[in-house]
Every structure is written in structure tokens, then in C-alpha cells.
């Protein structure tokens, strides 16, 4: 069968990552004849493309800077009224 990019795109996740998987078999398989390679090569190409569009990207929430608390000098002061 040979695949297209449109294809490709109309793939569910896990079909994508085994049609992928495939190809990266047959691209790495030294017996395989060179057509083969060729559409195996274009084919994992394409695959990884589409996994890139497709791969969420991980938001980090922006943390808010942390102000620096007043110096507690009321509490001392209370302490040397008491102890007069």
C-alpha cells in the first residue's frame, strides 16, 4: 500500500506509532529492496512529522513571585513591655 501524507494524517495515534514502527523495520532491514527503503524512509518521515503536530505541549504554570514579608518587630515589642 502506498501512503500519502493525507493518509497518514487521518491515522488514529496508535495506528500512527505502528505504521511507524514498520517503516522504521523496513528502513532498517539491509535486505529489503531499495523501493522499499525509499518508502519506508518517507514514509517514517511523514510519520514523525505528524506525531510532532500531534505531541500536546506540556504547559508550565507561571508561578507568581514570592514578596518578602514585613519584619516582625511588633512581637519584640510586646515581649520588652511585658518584661518591664
Not at 488514529?12 to 525509499?38: F, M, W
Not at 514578596?67 to 518584661?83: I, L, M
Request: with cysteine; hydrophobic share 45%.
Amino acid at each position: 500500500m502506498a501512503w500519502t501524507e493525507e493518509k497518514i494524517a487521518g491515522l488514529p495515534v496508535d495506528q500512527l506509532k505502528s505504521l511507524r514502527d514498520n517503516a522504521a523495520k523496513i528502513d532498517a532491514d539491509g535486505a529489503a529492496k531499495p523501493n522499499a527503503k525509499t518508502a519506508a524512509k518517507q514514509t517514517l518521515d511523514w510519520c514523525d512529522a505528524e506525531l510532532a503536530k500531534r505531541t500536546p505541549v506540556k504547559v508550565v504554570p507561571v508561578k507568581k513571585p514570592k514578596v518578602a514579608k514585613a519584619p516582625k518587630a511588633a512581637k519584640t515589642a510586646k515581649v520588652a513591655e511585658t518584661a518591664e
